[in-house]
């Protein structure tokens, strides 16, 4: 947080107490450094005094990121009754399907598409476009076809994980492009490549700019939605899933959460647990259908967890590593990140220096801390201020590291669970291996 403004805000604000503008500013500054208590302090402070909508809409949003999803409803109910606002019915769709209210949450989202037929949510796609689906006899119709879709993004606008980029290309783009020359050498197609790493680090970045590369369709799924969702229905789902990819050739699969299949496990039902897991790998190997064109990308944070099964040849036979960005790909996640925003005079290299360790996301919300100390001064005169490399290397000292947590864990299981090697990357990058 930037402290000296947000000192100087509060100083404003003991002498003039009853300035419902200012006291709203410095909400949102506490609410973006995630100081959700003492923004919910101000927002309660604010609406004791004036009923406005954008008040009650922050306390929402505060409500739910503490996880109090119940409180977080009973607001949105209210607001978005009669009300067409985007932002307010995502929100409260949300906060419906963190409380199971999978009927309501629909209902909102049909809400939502009506509003605006361009909407696109991935989370509430693969959620809702699969529910619907699930319950017609024939699959492949208009509902299921619209969770698929072309990215607009390819492998320009992923920055650094050039190792990544190339195992992609190598072991999945090339054989899907030149797949004659594979048969003819007598090389095998089709498997899966299996993405670990700390979280931000651009999994589902990639796998995304992969279909956008070669112009496939997308289609991007969490094991725990499905598990969530659909217990005892969740094998009919994964093979929906998978046919609706096959009868959209090219598309790329990209499977999140995988770990869930196996963590999950001891918590659900053995045999349902396991015959998930069946119909999974028995969709991945293509058995009874046809897997060409289909290329399959999953991740996890936790590689641990997962059955061996899973890595045998023609499933997830390839595992990357996607490591936090090093200094060359950092500049370039920058470069990608600030493209059309308005900058003056930004230090690229000095801002790869200064964010080690930091995930993509962590840049990306770098920079959108900075962006908001931007917005507060343009407030001042209406006069929009461009972004310098000052304003994102302040706000680098409102945040951690995110990737730091994992490595803690992940240490213990490269060091002491590292099956055939598997893990050597991990070691690596920490530097106890060379
Ligand atoms: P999780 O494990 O939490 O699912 P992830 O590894 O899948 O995380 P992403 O969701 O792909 O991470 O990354 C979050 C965001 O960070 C992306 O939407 C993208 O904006 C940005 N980002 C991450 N890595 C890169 C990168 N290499 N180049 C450009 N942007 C990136």
Avoid at 45 to 61: E, G, Q, T, V
Avoid at 175 to 182: F, G, I
């Amino acid at each position: 947080m930037d402290n000296s403004l947000l000192e100087s805000l509060l100083k404003a604000l003991e002498f003039s107490p009853e300035n419902n503008e200012l006291r709203f500013q410095i909400a949102k500054i506490y609410l973006n450094s995630f100081n959700y208590t003492e923004a919910e302090k101000h927002l309660i402070s604010l609406l004791d005094r004036d009923n406005k909508k954008a008040y009650k809409y922050l306390l929402a949003k505060c409500y739910y990121n503490q996880e109090k999803y119940n409180l977080t409803e009973v607001i949105l109910e209210e607001l978005t009754e009669n009300s067409n606002d985007i932002d307010h019915l995502e929100l409260y769709c949300s906060a419906l399907l963190k409380l199971e209210n999978h009927a309501e949450a629909l209902s909102i989202y049909q809400t939502i598409l009506e509003i605006d037929n361009t909407y696109y949510n991935p989370d509430f796609e693969s959620v809702f476009k699969l529910a619907v689906t699930s319950e017609v006899d024939n699959f492949i119709d208009e509902d299921a076809l619209s969770m698929l879709k072309k990215p607009d993004v390819n492998f320009s606008d992923v920055g650094g994980m050039e190792n990544v980029k190339e195992e992609i290309d190598l072991k999945i783009i090339k054989p899907l492009l030149h797949k004659d020359l594979y048969k003819a050498y007598g090389k095998k197609i089709g498997g899966g490549i299996l993405l670990y790493g700390p979280p931000g680090c651009g999994k589902t970045h990639i796998a995304r700019a992969t279909a956008g590369e070669i112009d496939a369709n997308f289609i991007n799924i969490g094991i725990n939605d499905i598990l969530d969702m659909w217990l005892g229905n969740s094998e009919k789902n994964l093979h929906e899933i998978f046919e609706t990819a096959r009868a959209n050739k090219p598309c790329v699969i990209f499977i999140d959460e995988i770990d869930a299949l196996g963590a999950n496990r001891n918590d659900i039902n053995k045999t349902a647990g396991r015959t998930v897991i069946n119909q999974f790998l028995s969709e991945l190997d293509g058995i009874d259908s046809d897997n060409d064109g289909i290329l399959v990308l999953g991740a996890t944070n936790a590689p641990w967890y997962i059955d061996p099964a899973f890595r045998r040849p023609g499933r997830f036979d390839r595992i990357i590593f996607v490591a936090p960005p090093d200094d060359k790909a950092r500049e370039s996640i920058f470069k990608i990140q600030l493209e059309g925003k308005p900058t003056e005079d930004i230090d690229l290299k000095q801002l790869a220096k200064k964010s080690k360790e930091y995930s993509g996301a962590d840049i990306k919300s770098s920079i959108d801390i900075a962006i908001e100390q931007k917005l507060l001064e343009s407030f001042k005169d209406g006069i929009p201020k461009p972004l310098k490399t000052k304003d994102i290397t302040k706000a680098f000292s409102k945040m951690k590291p995110s990737t730091k947590e994992w490595f803690s864990s992940a240490k213990n299981y490269a060091l002491y669970s590292n099956d055939s090697g598997l893990y050597d990357d991990i070691l690596t990058y920490l530097k106890i291996k060379k």
